[in-house]
């Protein structure tokens, strides 16, 4: 009988599974150290004191910006500024002609945070010399010197929109992200005094995605209100909103923001109270509040600047949670914060609040409109002379 020959079993050698256990391991540690792998990568490894900046802006030319209405028509100007959309190392602020930086802009940032005005606003959104992604990580000189040099390509901007625009239309300002902050400068340099035509025609100023001090609004002369109620006017609308898996960034933004302060320059606020009004309610109120009182949401990106989006009705709810809005997890995967490789610090692809902010700017400008024909009737001017008669001069006695 023919026995059947005997034949080895093949194993994996040591090193093969050594190897292999190695690349999981690797695996591993990049999605558990990616958020730190992403920072590392993306700082830039030139001094800011050193390095040359990128040419200034021309905001009398076109080119410097990335909106401007052809034939302003509607009934309020917004001014917007973008969010972060430069996410390399080389400099620590992008030119204004950067291709990929430029591409963000224009397929995701525009369409998704300016897109809820342009129905009803003529929206000038200037390109700036925006700081790199990593300067939202440091608050060391670099990223600071950073911040501020992109503020003052953004407030050269606004004096070009101010004298170019009709003084007497409302005005909103709109900034997410890093914009936002330069938003908060705007305010601190421009709508401050007891008498300021510029606050009176403000409709409201919406801060989204910047951690904005409670202690800013409250330091303004006079102070700014935070919104308390859907129609009110001339006050600050903020909030940054984050999904509960997300609270890492929830703590860092409550730990440490920045302020602009009386000189012009940028303080750290470590643990300062944050200002949440929920877009839900537009209050500041701390309650859940659900999906119902959702107009809806949108994608905007690859649809063409201009173009309406489709609502997503009550597609979440939201809760102000000690300055941070907490939104709940959307059924729709397009309308998550992804939380790989630093995208949750990006522009991001969507509008949560989209059609809500749509609604309540339209409310806010009317609401302004009406308050201003008001005020006009109130001080209307004396149309001609009037004859006092003769009044006579009692002498005072020696």
Not at 323 to 328: S, T, W
Request: include cysteine; charged fraction near 25%.
């Amino acid at each position: 009988m023919r026995r059947k020959a005997l034949t080895k079993r093949k194993f994996p050698s040591v090193g093969v599974m050594a190897a292999g256990l190695f690349g999981a391991a690797l695996v591993a540690a990049a999605i558990v150290f990616q958020d730190s792998i992403f920072r590392f990568v993306m700082s830039p490894r030139t001094p800011f004191q050193i390095a040359t900046p990128p040419p200034a802006p021309e905001y009398g030319a076109r080119g410097a910006w990335l909106l401007w209405p052809e034939a302003p028509s509607k009934a309020v100007d917004v001014f917007y500024v973008h969010s972060t959309a430069y996410y390399r190392r080389r400099r620590w602020n992008a030119s204004i002609n950067h291709d990929d930086a430029d591409r963000i802009r224009r397929m995701i940032a525009a369409p998704n945070e300016a897109g809820p005005f342009l129905e009803i606003a003529d929206v000038y959104g200037p390109r700036y010399r925006e700081a790199t992604v990593f300067s939202l990580f440091t608050h060391k000189y670099d990223g600071l010197a950073a911040r501020k040099l992109a503020y003052e390509d953004v407030r050269k901007a606004f004096e070009t929109f101010l004298a170019a625009r009709d003084p007497e239309r409302p005005l909103i300002l709109a900034g997410y992200g890093q914009g936002g902050l330069h938003v908060l400068g705007l305010l601190n340099d421009y709508f401050q005094g007891e008498i300021n035509p510029l606050r009176h025609r403000l409709a409201a100023a919406y801060v989204i995605g910047f951690p904005t001090p409670a202690e800013f609004a409250a330091r303004l002369a006079p102070p700014m209100p935070v919104c308390e109620s859907a129609g009110e006017v001339r006050c600050l609308v903020s909030y940054v909103d984050f999904e509960p898996r997300f609270n890492e960034e929830m703590a860092r933004a409550r730990r440490r923001s920045l302020v602009w302060d009386a000189n012009r320059d940028l303080a750290s606020t470590p643990g300062d109270a944050l200002i949440c009004v929920n877009p839900l309610t537009w209050t500041r109120d701390e309650s859940y509040q659900p999906p119902e009182k959702h107009v809806g949401a949108a994608s905007a990106t690859g649809i063409g600047f201009g173009a309406r989006p489709p609502i997503l009705a009550h597609a979440i709810g939201a809760k102000c949670d000690r300055g941070i809005l907490v939104v709940d997890r959307p059924r729709q995967a397009y309308l998550r914060r992804s939380a790989w490789y630093g995208a949750k610090w990006k522009a991001q692809p969507f509008n949560l609040f989209y059609f809500d902010l749509e609604a309540n700017a339209r409310l806010r400008t009317q609401t302004l409109i009406e308050r201003l024909k008001t005020d006009a009737e109130v001080l209307a001017p004396i149309s001609g002379a009037i004859d006092v008669g003769v009044s006579p001069v009692n002498k005072a006695p020696n």
